[in-house]
C-alpha cells in the first residue's frame, strides 16, 4: 500500500490507497541506486531502474556503464578502527551488492579498499542486468509527479543531477534551490584539540569580561555558559600567524572540473584566496583577534582562529571562516601548523565543487522518506551524505523501508542503531539543522561509550566498532 499525498491524513495518520504498480522504481543508476534496486530485487520485488546515460550525461560521467566512479578509486580504509571500514563492514555483513564488488574487484592499495574502475562498473552493470527482477531503462525522468500518483518512487540521482529532474524535485521539497557551489570549511574533533592553547569563549562574552579583573575573568574562564563553549579559540603570535599564511598561498589546490570554473563570490571567498590578497588580510577578516585575550598571557593574540561547534553533543567543531579548495593531504599538513591543531583528527576535509543536494534534516526522517510525500525516498549525495560508501548505505537503507512499504507492512522508525554507522548517518541527516550540509563516516557522530573516556584513540574506536557491530539490526530477509 502507498500514500497518497493528495488524499487527507486518516486517524492513524497515514490513509492508504491500493497499489496499482507492481514495482517500485529508482531514479539514478549510481551507487546509491543500484544497491537499493539489488535489495529491493532481493526481496523478490520487481524495480524499475531508470539511468540516462547513454542518452545523456552529466559534466563528470563518459561511459555507459551503471555505478561509474568519478573520481578517486578508494573506498577508504577496510580497517574496523577507521568509521569507513566499519560501515564496509556493516554493509558486508547485510549482503551489499556493491561492496562484494568493490572486494572482487580490488587492487593493491595497503590498508584501503580500491578498486579497478572500470571492472567494477562492468561488473556492477552485467549484475543488475542479469537480475531477474530489475528492469533498466536508459531514459532520463522528467515526470516525477506521474510516477508517484500509483507507486513508489526512489530517487538516486547524486550531485549532478539533471537540471530538468532537480527543478521537479525543488517543486516537490519546496526548496529555493538545490544546486549549492560549496566551498565548506573542515570538521575536526573536539578531543583532538590541545586546550593547553585552545579556550572558550566568543567575541561578545570576552568583550564583557573586560570590565573584572584577571583573577574573576580566569575564574569565568573555568565556568563556561553553554553559549561561550560553542566557540574554542586558537590564538597565533605574529611569526605563527605569518608562516601559516606564507605556507597557506603555496599549498596545492584541486583542479575545478570546466563546468565548476567559475568566479569566486566574496561571501565563500576560500582561505587561500583571500591569504593571497596580503599577509594581513586574513587578520582582518575571519582570523581576527579583536575581542579576545589569550588566558596564557592576558595580552591580545596577534590572530585567532575560531572553531564553532558543528553538532548537539558537541564533539565535533568547524573552522570558521575556512572555505577552502586545498588538496587533502595539503589541508592536514597546514592546518595543523596552528598551535592547538597539531595533533587535529579531521572528520570532513574542505571542498569546493558543484554539490547538489536536499536539505534532508528538514525533509527526511531516518529511512530517507519524504515526510510530506510517504512514498517518495531519496538516496545517495543527494541525501547529504558524502563519499562513495556512505552513498551505497544510503541506498540499501532506502531500499529496506521502500521494500516493507511497497507490502504493507508497518515501518520503523529506523532500521539501525544509532551506535552504528549505518544508523548514525542516517540519523544525522534526518536530525533538525539549520546549518546543514554534508557529512561522511566518521566516528564523532557515534554516541560516546557508556562509563569511563578512553584517552586512547585506537582503544576507544575498537570499542565503538565491538559496540556497532554488536548492536547491527540482524534484518530478516
Same mark, same amino acid.
Request: proline residues 4%; contains cysteine.
Given at each position: 500500500?502507498?500514500?497518497?499525498?493528495?488524499?487527507?491524513?486518516?486517524?492513524?495518520?497515514?490513509?492508504?490507497?491500493?497499489?496499482?504498480?507492481?514495482?517500485?522504481?529508482?531514479?539514478?543508476g549510481?551507487?546509491?541506486?543500484?544497491?537499493?534496486?539489488?535489495? !529491493?530485487?532481493k526481496r523478490k520485488i520487481k524495480v524499475k531502474l531508470y539511468e540516462m546515460k547513454p542518452k545523456k550525461y552529466s559534466p563528470a560521467h563518459h561511459n555507459s556503464n551503471l555505478a561509474e566512479i568519478v573520481c578517486s578509486n578508494s573506498f577508504k580504509s577496510n580497517l574496523l578502527t577507521n568509521a569507513c571500514g566499519l560501515l564496509k563492514e556493516e554493509l558486508r555483513r547485510l549482503d551489499s551488492l556493491l561492496i562484494q564488488i568493490a572486494d572482487e574487484t580490488k587492487v593493491p592499495a595497503g590498508q584501503a579498499l580500491a578498486v579497478d574502475r572500470e571492472f567494477f562498473s562492468e561488473m556492477v552493470t552485467k549484475k543488475i542486468n542479469e537480475n531477474p527482477y530489475i528492469e533498466v531503462i536508459n531514459q532520463e525522468v522528467t515526470n516525477v509527479k506521474d510516477l508517484l500518483k500509483d507507486g513508489i518512487v526512489i530517487i538516486a540521482t547524486g550531485p549532478l543531477t539533471s537540471d530538468g529532474l532537480a527543478s521537479q524535485i525543488q517543486e516537490l521539497t519546496g526548496q529555493d534551490k538545490l544546486y549549492f557551489y560549496d566551498a565548506a570549511a573542515p570538521i575536526l574533533e573536539k578531543d583532538s584539540i590541545n586546550f593547553g592553547i585552545a579556550f572558550y569563549g566568543d567575541r561578545y562574552h570576552q568583550e564583557k569580561k573586560k570590565q573584572e579583573t584577571k583573577e574573576q575573568w580566569k575564574q569565568r574562564l573555568l565556568q563556561q555558559t553553554k553559549e561561550e563553549q560553542s566557540y574554542i579559540n586558537l590564538p597565533m603570535n605574529q611569526q605563527q600567524y605569518e608562516h601559516f599564511c606564507k605556507e597557506l598561498v603555496k599549498a596545492e589546490v584541486v583542479t575545478l572540473h570546466e563546468f565548476e570554473k567559475r568566479e569566486i563570490f566574496e561571501g565563500c571567498m576560500p582561505v587561500e584566496i583571500m591569504a593571497s590578497r596580503g599577509i594581513d588580510t586574513l587578520r582582518f577578516g575571519p582570523l581576527k583577534p579583536v575581542g579576545f585575550d589569550d588566558p596564557r598571557t592576558a595580552k591580545r593574540p596577534y590572530a585567532i582562529v575560531q572553531l564553532r561547534q558543528d553538532d548537539k553533543k558537541a564533539s565535533l567543531y568547524n573552522m570558521v571562516g575556512f572555505q577552502t579548495n586545498l588538496k587533502y593531504g595539503e589541508q592536514k599538513r597546514i592546518f595543523?601548523? !596552528?598551535?592547538?591543531?597539531?595533533?587535529?583528527? =579531521?572528520?570532513?576535509?574542505?571542498?569546493m565543487h558543484r554539490n547538489t543536494y536536499i536539505n534532508s534534516s528538514q525533509l527526511l526522517n531516518q529511512n530517507y522518506q519524504l515526510k510530506n510525500i510517504p512514498n517518495l525516498y531519496f538516496a545517495g549525495q543527494i541525501t547529504g551524505v558524502e563519499g562513495y560508501v556512505e552513498s551505497i548505505s544510503s541506498g540499501l537503507v532506502a531500499a529496506l523501508s521502500a521494500s516493507m512499504h511497497f507490502k504493507g507492512k508497518?515501518?520503523? &522508525?529506523?532500521? =539501525?542503531s544509532e551506535n552504528t554507522i549505518i544508523g548514525t548517518l542516517a540519523k544525522y541527516i534526518s536530525t533538525p539543522n539549520d546549518k546543514?550540509?554534508?557529512?561522511?563516516?566518521?566516528?564523532?557522530?557515534?554516541?560516546?561509550?557508556?562509563?569511563? &573516556?578512553?584517552?586512547?584513540?585506537?582503544?576507544?574506536?575498537?570499542?565503538?566498532?565491538?559496540?556497532?557491530?554488536?548492536?547491527?539490526?540482524? !534484518?530478516?530477509?
Amino acid at each position: 500500500m502507498v500514500t497518497d499525498p493528495n488524499e487527507p491524513k486518516s486517524k492513524n495518520n497515514r490513509k492508504k490507497v491500493k497499489l496499482m504498480r507492481d514495482n517500485i522504481i529508482v531514479i539514478g543508476g549510481g551507487l546509491a541506486g543500484c544497491e537499493a534496486a539489488y535489495q !529491493i530485487a532481493k526481496r523478490k520485488i520487481k524495480v524499475k531502474l531508470y539511468e540516462m546515460k547513454p542518452k545523456k550525461y552529466s559534466p563528470a560521467h563518459h561511459n555507459s556503464n551503471l555505478a561509474e566512479i568519478v573520481c578517486s578509486n578508494s573506498f577508504k580504509s577496510n580497517l574496523l578502527t577507521n568509521a569507513c571500514g566499519l560501515l564496509k563492514e556493516e554493509l558486508r555483513r547485510l549482503d551489499s551488492l556493491l561492496i562484494q564488488i568493490a572486494d572482487e574487484t580490488k587492487v593493491p592499495a595497503g590498508q584501503a579498499l580500491a578498486v579497478d574502475r572500470e571492472f567494477f562498473s562492468e561488473m556492477v552493470t552485467k549484475k543488475i542486468n542479469e537480475n531477474p527482477y530489475i528492469e533498466v531503462i536508459n531514459q532520463e525522468v522528467t515526470n516525477v509527479k506521474d510516477l508517484l500518483k500509483d507507486g513508489i518512487v526512489i530517487i538516486a540521482t547524486g550531485p549532478l543531477t539533471s537540471d530538468g529532474l532537480a527543478s521537479q524535485i525543488q517543486e516537490l521539497t519546496g526548496q529555493d534551490k538545490l544546486y549549492f557551489y560549496d566551498a565548506a570549511a573542515p570538521i575536526l574533533e573536539k578531543d583532538s584539540i590541545n586546550f593547553g592553547i585552545a579556550f572558550y569563549g566568543d567575541r561578545y562574552h570576552q568583550e564583557k569580561k573586560k570590565q573584572e579583573t584577571k583573577e574573576q575573568w580566569k575564574q569565568r574562564l573555568l565556568q563556561q555558559t553553554k553559549e561561550e563553549q560553542s566557540y574554542i579559540n586558537l590564538p597565533m603570535n605574529q611569526q605563527q600567524y605569518e608562516h601559516f599564511c606564507k605556507e597557506l598561498v603555496k599549498a596545492e589546490v584541486v583542479t575545478l572540473h570546466e563546468f565548476e570554473k567559475r568566479e569566486i563570490f566574496e561571501g565563500c571567498m576560500p582561505v587561500e584566496i583571500m591569504a593571497s590578497r596580503g599577509i594581513d588580510t586574513l587578520r582582518f577578516g575571519p582570523l581576527k583577534p579583536v575581542g579576545f585575550d589569550d588566558p596564557r598571557t592576558a595580552k591580545r593574540p596577534y590572530a585567532i582562529v575560531q572553531l564553532r561547534q558543528d553538532d548537539k553533543k558537541a564533539s565535533l567543531y568547524n573552522m570558521v571562516g575556512f572555505q577552502t579548495n586545498l588538496k587533502y593531504g595539503e589541508q592536514k599538513r597546514i592546518f595543523s601548523m !596552528i598551535p592547538g591543531m597539531e595533533q587535529a583528527e =579531521f572528520v570532513k576535509y574542505g571542498v569546493m565543487h558543484r554539490n547538489t543536494y536536499i536539505n534532508s534534516s528538514q525533509l527526511l526522517n531516518q529511512n530517507y522518506q519524504l515526510k510530506n510525500i510517504p512514498n517518495l525516498y531519496f538516496a545517495g549525495q543527494i541525501t547529504g551524505v558524502e563519499g562513495y560508501v556512505e552513498s551505497i548505505s544510503s541506498g540499501l537503507v532506502a531500499a529496506l523501508s521502500a521494500s516493507m512499504h511497497f507490502k504493507g507492512k508497518e515501518l520503523p &522508525k529506523s532500521y =539501525f542503531s544509532e551506535n552504528t554507522i549505518i544508523g548514525t548517518l542516517a540519523k544525522y541527516i534526518s536530525t533538525p539543522n539549520d546549518k546543514f550540509q554534508p557529512m561522511n563516516a566518521n566516528f564523532g557522530i557515534l554516541p560516546e561509550l557508556e562509563g569511563k &573516556k578512553i584517552k586512547d584513540k585506537k582503544e576507544r574506536y575498537t570499542k565503538l566498532a565491538n559496540r556497532s557491530l554488536e548492536d547491527l539490526l540482524q !534484518i530478516n530477509n
